[in-house]
T-cell receptor, first 112, second 111 residues
Framework: EAGVAQSPRYKIIEKRQSVAFWCNPI?????LYWYQQILGQGPKLLIQ????????DSQLPKDRFSAERLKGVDSTLKIQPAKLEDSAVYLC??????????FGPGTRLLVL | RKEVEQDPGPFNVPEGATVAFNCTYS??????FFWYRQDCRKEPKLLMS???SGNEDGRFTAQLNRASQYISLLIRDSKLSDSATYLC????????????FGKGTRLSVIA
């Protein structure tokens, strides 16, 4: 069974630039999550989708971060404009309605 | 107070040793508990769920104390391949609710 796919795997940008990350969850998984993991920390939830609806985005910095899951499958996370403190690994995870969350390999972002 | 607290370590132990990690959580409404393993530069992967009655999977034993809001993970007969960061994770309800992660405890098993 294919796992959660993410791209790109690495991205280096300058502050104030924009960046977008893509996630393709495991087939059939209705719930999709984006987490941010800063070096030395555990992952922190940014946003949770159930199909194409947002369940929880309380920790998403909405002035610069946005995410969508238009057709209830793939999702994109965008940062515009990026700040130095956005340097982190952005992890996508998916799950069935009730079940284990499976993580993708992550996108490593470095903001210079 | 952080929602999930762990000793970051590192724990450096010889092969064959027994090592225990502890974790406390602050939200008494938490219902689901897990240990995830994260290898260097890799994504977190579920190691085991933690049940009130305690559970064991081979060399790994997890225990939960709801009254003290405390979770533990015991690894017996440590292997070199156990070297990783172990993340204590809680959530308020079932599997599709957000996970709250601790910072992780780093384990190095030394030959």
């Amino acid at each position: 069974e294919a796992g959660v796919a993410q791209s790109p795997r690495y991205k280096i940008i300058e502050k104030r630039q924009s960046v977008a990350f893509w996630c393709n969850p495991i087939s059939g998984h209705a719930t999709l999550y984006w987490y941010q993991q800063i070096l030395g920390q555990g992952p922190k939830l940014l946003i949770q989708f159930q199909n194409n609806g947002v369940v929880d985005d309380s920790q998403l910095p909405k002035d610069r971060f946005s995410a969508e899951r238009l057709k209830g499958v793939d999702s994109t996370l965008k940062i515009q404009p990026a700040k130095l403190e956005d340097s982190a690994v952005y992890l996508c995870a998916s799950s069935l309605d009730v079940g284990t969350q499976y993580f993708g390999p992550g996108t490593r972002l470095l903001v210079l | 107070r952080k929602e999930v607290e762990q000793d970051p370590g590192p724990f450096n132990v010889p092969e064959g040793a027994t090592v225990a990690f502890n974790c406390t959580y602050s939200n008494s409404a938490s219902q689901s508990f897990f240990w995830y393993r994260q290898d260097c530069r890799k994504e977190p992967k579920l190691l085991m769920s933690v049940y009130s009655s305690g559970n064991e999977d081979g060399r790994f034993t997890a225990q939960l104390n709801r009254a003290s809001q405390y979770i533990s993970l015991l690894i017996r007969d440590s292997k070199l391949s156990d070297s990783a960061t172990y993340l204590c994770v809680v959530s308020q309800a079932g599997g599709n609710t957000p996970l709250v992660f601790g910072k992780g405890t780093r384990l190095s098993v030394i030959a």
